[in-house]
C-alpha cells in the first residue's frame, strides 16, 4: 500500500479545525491538483472560488443551514460548473458563444469541476489537513449564484471545507465494496443481498444511537422521513432546475 | 511534494496500453479506494460495472464512436449515478421509495459517482496503472443504460479505461492555474484577461498542428465547429433529457 492509497482510505470528513491558517504555498499546491485532472476535450469547464475571509463565510452560512462547518474551517473552495470562460474565449475569437447552453453541456462541466473537487481533496488530506464537502450548496444555488456574483452559463456544485483537523473522528460505517461492484452489466439488489449488504451498517452503535434520537424503526426511514424528506428534496430540485435555466444550461418550458 | 502530489501533477490520458492483465488485489485497492470518497449523508449514491471483457467493451465501442481507447484497454470502468439501491433498501424497510425521484437527487448522485471515479483514477495511476476518461459515456445515455441494464434511478456518468502504460505522451497544454482561481467572488474575465491566459495554449505546437490540420484561425473555432458543435451538443442534451426522465430523475412536461 503507498502513501496515495493510504490517504485515500484514511479520508473521514473533519468538521473541527485548529485556528492556523493554511499557508499560501499549501493552497497553492492543492489548486495546481485540482487543475490537473482529466477534463473534457481538455476544455476544463470550472472555476474554483476561494475564501479565507470569515464574513464572506458568514455571508453564505445561512445557505448552508448554519452549520458550524460553514464558517468554522480557515478555508473553503467553492467549485463551479463553468461554460462562462469558455463563451468568453469563443467571443473573443469569432466563434459561436451559444454553442454551450444546453445540459449535455452541462454535464460536462460538472464532472470537470468534480474531479478538480476531489483532486483537491486528495491532496489536502496528503498535506495532512482535514476536509469537509457541504452538499448544501446544491439546495439553493439561485442564491449561491447572487452572492458569488456567478455569470450565465456558470453554477457551484461543490463546496469543501479545509484546514488542520482538531479532531480524529472514526472511520464512517460504509457499505461494503461488494455493494457498488457489478460485473459487466448491473444484476439488481433482492432482499437478501439488501439485508446482507446493510447489515453491518444496520447493527452499528452509530446506528442504534441514531434510531434511538429519531424514534424511528431503521435506517431508510431516517432518510426518507428526517434527513432528505420528499418534499424538500423536490422543492430543491425545482429551485436547481430553475438555475439551470436562468444560466443557459436548460430552455425554459 | 510528497507521492499523492506527484501522482496528481503527473497525470496524462493514457491512450496505448501494454497487453498485461491488471491483477485481482490491484483492482480491489481501486475499488476500495473508489468506495471510500465523501458522499452526501453518506448514503454512498453511485454503482460502478466493472469490465475486463473485451465482447462487452466491442458492444459499447459504437456509442463511443469506435474510438480505440473503448476497446484496447484491459480494464474499463463505469461509473453510475444510482438512487436505485438506495430505493431497494426503503422499499425492503417500509420507507417510502420515490423520495428521491428528482433532480436534487440526481445531483447529488452525480456527485457521489464523480468522487468515486476520481478516487480511483488517483489511486490506479499511484499503482503505475494510466487512465483516461472516455467522455462518450454522456452522449448516448440512453442506450449505455440499455447495454448495462440499468435499472429506473441509474445513469451512467463516468468511463474509465485503464492499464499498464505503453507510452508516455508529454504532459497536456492546460491553462494556467490563474485562470481558475477567484477570491471570495467571481471576476469576470476581460479582452485582455482571456488573451493573457489562453497565450500558450494558443502558440502551442500542438495548438498550431491542429489549426494547420483544421484550417481554421483559432483554437475556439476547433471547438464550435468542428469538435463540439452546437447541434450535435444540443442533440445530445436532448438525449441526456429524455434519459433523465425515463430514469425518473425529471419530470416529463
Redesign the interface.
Given at each position: 500500500?503507498?502513501?496515495?492509497?493510504e490517504?485515500?482510505?484514511n479520508?473521514r470528513?473533519i468538521r473541527k479545525f485548529k485556528a492556523e491558517a493554511v499557508g499560501q504555498d499549501t493552497i497553492?499546491?492543492i489548486?495546481?491538483?485540482?487543475?490537473?485532472?482529466?477534463t473534457?476535450?481538455?476544455?476544463?469547464l470550472?472555476?474554483?472560488?476561494?475564501?479565507t475571509?470569515k464574513d464572506?463565510m458568514q455571508k453564505t452560512a445561512p445557505l448552508h443551514f448554519n452549520q458550524p462547518i460553514a464558517t468554522n474551517a480557515p478555508l473553503m473552495m467553492t467549485f463551479?460548473a463553468d461554460l462562462?470562460?469558455?463563451n468568453?474565449?469563443?467571443e473573443?475569437?469569432?466563434?459561436?458563444t451559444?454553442?454551450?447552453d444546453?445540459?449535455?453541456?452541462y454535464?460536462?462541466a460538472?464532472?470537470d469541476a468534480?474531479?478538480?473537487?476531489?483532486?483537491a481533496?486528495?491532496?489536502a488530506e496528503?498535506?495532512g489537513l482535514g476536509?469537509?464537502?457541504l452538499?448544501t450548496i446544491?439546495?439553493q444555488v439561485d442564491q449561491f449564484i447572487d452572492?458569488?456574483?456567478?455569470?450565465k452559463n456558470?453554477i457551484p456544485?461543490?463546496c469543501i471545507s479545509m484546514g488542520y483537523p482538531d479532531e480524529q473522528p472514526a472511520l464512517?460505517?460504509?457499505?461494503p465494496?461488494e455493494?457498488?461492484?457489478?460485473?459487466?452489466?448491473?444484476q439488481?439488489?433482492s432482499?437478501y443481498d439488501?439485508?446482507k449488504l446493510?447489515k453491518d451498517k444496520e447493527t452499528h452503535p452509530n446506528t442504534i444511537q441514531i434510531l434511538k434520537e429519531n424514534n424511528l424503526?431503521?435506517?431508510?426511514?431516517v432518510?426518507?422521513?428526517r434527513?432528505?424528506?420528499?418534499k424538500d428534496?423536490?422543492f430543491?430540485?425545482d429551485v436547481?432546475?430553475k438555475a439551470l435555466q436562468n444560466q443557459h444550461f436548460?430552455k425554459e418550458?
Open positions: 500500500m503507498n502513501q496515495t492509497i490517504t485515500i482510505l479520508h470528513s497553492q499546491t489548486l495546481r491538483c485540482a487543475c490537473n485532472g482529466s473534457l476535450g481538455n476544455m476544463q470550472f472555476s474554483i472560488i476561494v475564501t475571509d464572506m463551479c462562462h470562460r469558455f468568453r474565449y469563443c473573443f475569437r469569432n466563434a459561436s451559444d454553442s454551450y444546453n445540459l449535455q453541456s454535464q460536462w460538472v464532472t468534480i474531479i478538480a473537487a476531489q483532486n481533496c486528495v491532496a496528503s498535506l476536509i469537509c464537502w452538499g446544491t439546495y452572492i458569488l456574483h456567478l455569470p456558470v456544485v461543490a464512517t460505517d460504509k457499505l465494496v455493494a457498488f461492484v457489478h460485473q459487466d452489466t448491473y439488481d439488489y432482499e439488501i439485508n446493510y424503526e431503521n435506517l431508510a426511514q432518510f426518507t422521513e434527513r432528505y424528506v420528499k428534496n423536490e430543491f430540485a436547481l432546475k436548460l418550458e
